[in-house]
């Protein structure tokens, strides 16, 4: 039984109610079917791009990071907000992926990363 409500998302002002409700059930999706491990803070920023914050625990993407966690710090990623909801999906869930890669010690070549972000969401939308 997976432990639930490890993936806490925060919303700037401005992102629309669409967007704040399809990220709140991808997140809660992530968890209850992949091995969610660690508590994720999950920031959905007001632009249309991520001002990620340079550092060798950050895979960096141009609408998302995510940062793995420490002992001391949650993972973090940054979803940008202004983006479609679709966009903004695939960010989440690529972001995910980054995290679901680590934890597992596999590799994080873009295209996979992409691909299987691509499945997760068909999954998630059934
Ligand atoms: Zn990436």
Partial sequence: MPRLCRIRLRFAPGVSALIRT???????????????????????????????????????????????????????????????????????LHELVHYDRWRLGKTHGEVRVEREAVKLLIQAMR
């Fill in 22 to 92: 399809r990220l709140m059930y991808l997140a809660r999706w992530f968890e209850v079917t992949q091995n969610v491990e660690h508590e994720i803070s999950v920031s959905v920023g007001p632009d249309s791009y991520v001002i990620s914050d340079p550092s060798d625990r950050e895979y960096r993407d141009r609408q998302g990071c995510f940062s793995y966690p420490t002992k001391r710090e949650p993972g973090r990623i940054k979803v940008a907000g202004r983006q479609s909801i679709q966009e903004a999906s695939l960010t989440l």
